[in-house]
């Protein structure tokens, strides 16, 4: 397999990481000590970040560092957390609206992509009650849904990319849909290989259930984004061997668009300018968008 870099970090994205860091220290209500020391080291080592990585492999560095600053493994659990919680609650409302639709694998795929807009990394942030409440009446900028629907009714080994915590439980549904239109199908659903920014874990996969219809994994990486040079070889081996591949968020986008790959479809809302223009696309755009 080919490791091909394309979303190389731009002045736009050490900003937005360094923002990130500072938006965490606030979360954490370290003391003023703490905080300004890390501050420093970060920014001193942001001025080092080779842009010759992804906005995801950079920001593995100063999220580990943090991690051990704090002592703390997943220092943002408790957004996690709320964050499902919160997410928890649209669940009637979008199980309605799928039963009401005659397509309902591309409500329950509008769903998840709603649930893409909670992102704690995201210098753009976004409500997830509008977001919910708009979704259904919003077209994707870019549309390949036709490709996805009939990858998924003709393949058999499904692969789905998670991202952001509470957004597994719109993925959940999901797959469950996925589950009841083609109950012989395989569905793997990957997930970080440890707790960085609010990005999805085993943990939080298994929390809400997702083994009861998917076989969870866990990719191995350590990045916000799926780095296929960071994965485990067994991982590895399900990413070459699966049929179609569902890459949800921007971080994997950032990391997988140049394999050109064609059995992958990025499915995610556009929250910062540099992917909006690698895309000639706006920010809020809903993208489903093949490899």
Partial sequence: MRFIKYMNITNDCVHCIVGQIDKAIDHLQLDEKEALEIQKEVEKRSKSFSFEHTPPYVARDVYE????????????????????????????????????????????????????????????????????????????????????????????????????????????????????????????????????INDITTKEAFQIGIDKFANVVSTGVDTPGLELQRATTTFRHMFEKADVIISKGMGNFECLESQKDKRVFFLFKVKCNVVANAISKNVGDIILKQG
């Fill in 65 to 196: 560092y943090l991690a051990q600053k704090t002592n703390c493994a997943d220092p943002l659990e408790s957004i996690k957390q709320a964050s499902i919680e919160n997410a928890l609650t649209f669940v009637p409302f979008i199980e309605k609206k799928i039963r009401q639709e005659d397509d309902k694998l591309f409500t329950a795929i509008k769903a998840s992509v709603a649930g893409n807009v909670i992102d704690f990394g995201a210098k753009e942030q976004f409500s997830l009650e509008q977001e919910i409440n708009k979704v259904f009446h919003t077209n994707f900028a870019i549309n390949d849904y036709a490709k996805l629907a009939k990858q998924i009714e003709t393949k058999n080994n499904i692969l789905i990319l998670a991202d952001n915590a509470g957004e597994n439980v719109f993925d959940k549904i999901l797959i469950k849909i996925i589950t009841r239109m083609y109950p012989e199908k395989k569905i793997t659903y990957a997930t970080r290989g440890k707790p960085i």
